[in-house]
């Protein structure tokens, strides 16, 4: 039977480790300024058909490079400068037709966009494309340096962390930081800065211990896979994977191949599964989403849990990954990505195990050249190896982010945070945002 256990053991994909500690960790708090040079637009993307909502759909002012992305329920708030308020706002999503609207057509507040699913012909679905997807995909990933930014680059992205235990939000932490992006073609890694962040959590609600994500907005930046492609396929891995094409889509009015892939039968070792969106045309990766393959439970619990308490056993029970590009002047570059973790933790003499997840995303909210190739100095960049909710600050400021776009919350953050606030306000948090015993 064969094995990929060496080539495992180096690379296990996106890192993504869970800390269990038994104490808790405090901070300061501090409050920024309020800046007003800006019109917020908050609103719903939604099929026009059957009114479900679009998630993570793409949102951009045309011409510009400030955009933001729908959350699970369709939702978004977008932060627009006031000298493009007369812009046009541009909305993509996977299978449906790109819209265009005037900024000025625009409600300010609860805007409904409706969007046209992209009706395939059932010879265009089943167009000719090439016989050999492995090919393709290693075609893709190989063009890079032609279809991708091939600049220095610095983005401003807004990231999100989560812990739930069961559906009951425990810990959430939040950050825009700085990502310095290095050429698609270079071999160069990208560089953070954090620039602002704030935290809250309830351990209250944790079994009596404190789960950390170790990695921050690292997690989310390496599943950039066009940029690290070495975290999920590599010349040594290729041949455990079987490629095969799926009925194809569109976006932004584009032909995409979709491309399944999953590991070989006989590769015991944990891989990957999931789908593929390439530009049929210019040999572009658009999107991927994909999962690992976790059904070795001590294997999984060795990647991902880093320390745990000695009368519990931890194991993930679902991992999965997406990663969206977005497109301008014909260059590609990263703009979305997300992670998930779902675990159990099984209590010695407890009839009951909990069930917790984790989460992580970031988006790319806006851009410019790094003209001046400018990196911060090793002092001041984020390190690998960051627990934001360490380095974050409390909630206590209600105009915490200012200007800076961030992805709208879902309905139970967005109480969350409305709970904190109020709990502030009784005396309940200390500062920084974490409950008093």
């Known amino acids: 039977m ?5 080539i495992i053991q180096q690379k296990y994909g996106p890192k993504f ?7 808790i960790c405090t901070g300061a708090n501090l409050i920024f300024a309020q800046n007003s040079n800006f019109t917020e637009y908050t609103g719903e993307v939604l099929d026009s058909n059957n009114k479900k909502p679009l998630v993570f759909a793409t949102l ?3 011409n510009t490079n400030h955009s ?3 959350n699970s329920e369709g939702q978004f708030a977008l932060k627009v400068p006031n000298d493009v308020v007369n812009g046009n706002l541009v909305i993509g999503f996977l299978g449906y037709k790109t819209k265009s609207i005037p900024l000025a057509q625009l409600d300010k507040k609860d805007s409904r966009i409706l969007m046209d699913e992209f009706v395939m012909a059932l010879s265009e679905a089943r167009i000719d494309a090439p016989n050999d997807a492995k090919a393709l995909v290693m075609e893709t990933l190989n063009k890079k340096g032609e279809n991708y930014l091939n600049e220095n680059t610095v983005m401003t992205a807004f990231y999100r962390e989560t812990i739930k235990k069961r559906r009951t939000n425990v810990s959430l932490s939040e950050a825009v930081v700085n990502i310095y992006k290095a050429p698609y073609s270079s071999n160069k890694s990208d560089a953070l800065e954090l620039y602002k962040a704030r935290k809250s959590t309830d ?10 994500l170790q990695g921050g907005p690292f997690n989310t930046l390496f599943v950039d896979m066009v940029k690290y492609p070495d975290y999920i396929f590599t010349q040594e891995t290729l041949p455990y994977y079987d490629f095969s094409f799926d009925t194809s889509t569109r976006v932004n009015d584009q032909l995409i191949y979709v491309i399944d892939f999953k590991q070989k039968p006989e590769i015991i070792d944990p891989l990957y599964k999931g789908k593929l969106y390439i530009d049929a045309e210019n040999k572009i990766l658009t999107s991927a989403v994909y999962s690992l393959n976790i059904t070795d439970r001590r294997l999984a619990s060795q990647m991902f849990v880093l320390k745990k308490p000695r009368n519990a056993e931890v194991w993930p029970t679902e991992v999965s990954y997406r990663v969206d590009y977005r497109e301008k002047n014909g260059k590609w570059y990263y703009g979305y990505s997300n992670v998930l973790l779902e675990f159990k ?6 009839l009951f195990n909990s069930v ?3 989460s992580c995303e970031m988006a790319v909210t806006d851009w410019e050249k790094n003209i001046d190739n400018y990196i911060p100095k090793s002092k001041n960049r984020i390190k690998s190896s960051i627990i934001l909710s360490d380095e974050a600050i409390g909630f206590a400021d209600p105009n915490f982010w200012g200007e800076y776009n961030i992805i709208e919350p879902e309905k139970s953050i967005e109480s969350a945070i409305k709970k ?5 306000r009784r005396g309940k948090f200390d500062t920084d945002g974490t409950s008093k015993p």
């Open 2 to 6: 064969k094995t990929s256990q060496n």
């Open 17 to 23: 480790l869970l800390f269990i500690f038994l104490f």
């Open 60 to 62: 951009t002012i045309e």
């Open 68 to 70: 933001t992305i729908t």
């Open 203 to 212: 351990y209250n609600k944790l079994d009596t211990v404190a789960l950390k």
């Open 345 to 350: 933790i099984n209590w010695d003499k407890r």
């Open 356 to 358: 917790y997840s984790m």
């Open 420 to 424: 904190i606030q109020r709990q502030l």
